[in-house]
T-cell receptor
């Protein structure tokens, strides 16, 4: 079945530590890929997106994501986490030849001082 | 300022009382959509609209209606709300298709 999976429901990292949030997708053709962030009580903000080309994508707020076709993954990374990064992160896809955006269940990030 | 606005932001109602949540965007976007967010389920699409007078069902359309009479507005209508529609609702828009959508601030709906 077609799906977007974020294996980690909740991750806790120390401020200044590196971060990687995982996202896997299951679609016949490579979909368009996105990461969104939702701060408490806020709407969703687009961090970055991948359509084609360079598999390492730079986004806002110092985030980057790497598309790996062989692993059907689009993991989000940040070298050094700040306390303000505490939020919920959603991986999303728009399947090829489709207009529907499908979201993963989300990963909640807690940042320890 | 480019934005998607939703009203109301918070709503508590009772079963069966019809309600409308409005959504408006000022970016001249063709594509608009509605999602509901529930714990552990992420966001699920309710309805989307490719353009004026063009709407289609998403993953969870039951119990909801939409209309797209103007490009900027995409109201979500619950004709007879039920407690299982208690959720956080987001409206979103994009220039075309579901790509890189701008999201509204959300409407938290409680149906008693």
């Amino acid at each position: 079945a077609q799906s977007v999976t974020q294996p980690d429901i909740h991750i806790t990292v120390s401020e200044g530590a590196s971060l990687e949030l995982r996202c896997n997708y299951s679609y016949g053709a490579t979909p368009y890929l996105f990461w969104y962030v939702q701060s408490p009580g806020q709407g969703l903000q687009l961090l970055l997106k991948y359509f084609s080309g360079d598999t390492l994508v730079q986004g806002i707020k110092g985030f980057e994501a790497e598309f790996k076709r062989s692993q059907s993954s689009f993991n989000l990374r940040k070298p050094s986490v700040h306390w303000s990064d505490a939020a919920e992160y959603f991986c999303a896809v728009v399947p090829y030849n489709n207009n529907d955006m499908r979201f993963g269940a989300g990963t909640r990030l807690t940042v320890k001082p | 300022e480019a934005q998607v606005t939703q009203n109301p932001r918070y709503l508590i109602t009772v079963t069966g009382k019809k309600l409308t949540v409005t959504c408006s965007q000022n970016m001249n976007h063709e594509y608009m959509s509605w999602y509901r967010q529930d714990p552990g389920l992420g966001l699920r699409q309710i309805y989307y609209s490719m353009n004026v007078e063009v709407t289609d069902k998403g993953d969870v359309p039951e119990g909801y209606k939409v209309s797209r009479k103007e490009k900027r507005n995409f109201p979500l209508i619950l004709e007879s709300p039920s407690p299982n529609q208690t959720s956080l609702y987001f409206c979103a828009s994009s220039p075309s298709g579901g790509f890189g959508q701008f999201f509204g601030p959300g409407t938290r709906l409680t149906v008693l």
